[in-house]
């Protein structure tokens, strides 16, 4: 008797839930999403390319060494990046000297379990880079897998970047304007308007603002443009190093596996030549 009213609860509850699905998609298929005002005005990320795009993409060393200026100039300040190790710069190009003079700028809090106190040592190669305590309002993501994490991969940091713009005026892909379509949707104060955001208030304010705020080694002209697309590429690399060894691999698979394919069928034509169907 108890399976039995567990059964027929069960399909009481499992046809509800499809009762359900099926009204709000009836729902949508006749009225479209809400008219809510992240559902007009937020948007897609941009179209922009990569080196490392596509099946034969490969880093460009230049760009992630500029990535990673940025972000240690601009962008470590609130974002941790506790999932790479300073010796794992070294697929950037960066020496063994010049990674070791890069963790000696850093601190690394270390727990002893002896006396139970937290104390810093200059960074080693083998560190991973310190957490980021940040005070102001929010809480910063890390950005250690930041483009596995977000739709859009590396163009989602390059699109947010690149994205703030003025609340009063602005107008969505059909020519709405937002604050007229939605007279009580403006920015709160302490936050800043950027439609490429989840709910198009972001505590972060643009950390890129002008042109040359940091100078490239290089000679690379440092505009708001490449500096985002350097630190989105660099972004790229910390979320899967492994990217070019991963295509790379995956070419003789492939090529294996289309080998044994074709061995396969001929090796079936050849048991089953004289067998009648």
């Known amino acids: 008797m108890i399976r039995l009213t567990s059964i027929v609860v069960g399909l009481l509850f499992a046809a509800a839930l499809f ?29 922009v390319s990569f080196a490392s795009d596509g099946p034969f993409g490969r ?12 972000y240690s100039e601009v962008c470590s300040a609130c974002h941790s990046l506790s999932r790479v190790a300073f010796r794992d710069l070294k697929a950037l190009g ?55 994490a977000r739709e859009g991969g590396g163009r989602y940091p390059y699109s947010l970047i690149t994205g703030y713009a003025d609340q009063v005026g602005y107008k969505n892909d059909k020519g709405e304007e937002l604050l007229k379509e939605f007279p009580d949707a403006k920015t709160p104060t302490g936050l800043h308007f950027n439609p490429y955001f989840a709910n198009l208030n972001i505590a ?30 660099f972004l790229i690399w910390t979320a899967e190093p492994k990217l070019e060894k991963r295509k790379q691999t995956g070419w003789p698979v492939l090529g294996f596996l289309l ?6 069928y001929f090796a079936y034509r050849n048991v089953w030549r004289n067998q009648k169907h």
Not at 205 to 217: F, H, N, R
């Open 259 to 264: 080998f044994a394919t074709v061995l396969g």
């Open 94 to 148: 960066y020496s063994d000297d010049e990674v070791k003079a890069i963790a000696l700028k850093q601190q690394i809090p270390a727990y002893n379990a002896a006396t139970g106190e937290v104390k810093s040592h200059p960074g080693l190669p083998t560190d991973h880079f310190p957490p980021v305590v940040y005070g102001g309002q929010g809480s910063p993501p890390d950005l250690s897998l930041i483009t596995k």
């Open 59 to 70: 880093f460009d060393r230049q760009q992630l060494q500029r990535g990673f200026q940025v």
């Open 204 to 233: 972060m304010p643009p950390p890129l603002v002008a042109d040359g705020q940091v100078t490239y080694s290089d000679g690379t002209k440092a505009t708001v443009d490449q500096m985002a697309k350097d630190v989105s590429a």
């Open 19 to 47: 009762w359900s699905f099926l009204l709000g998609a009836i729902t949508v298929s006749h009225d479209g999403l809400p008219h809510t005002v992240e559902h007009a005005f937020h948007k897609e990320v941009k179209d």
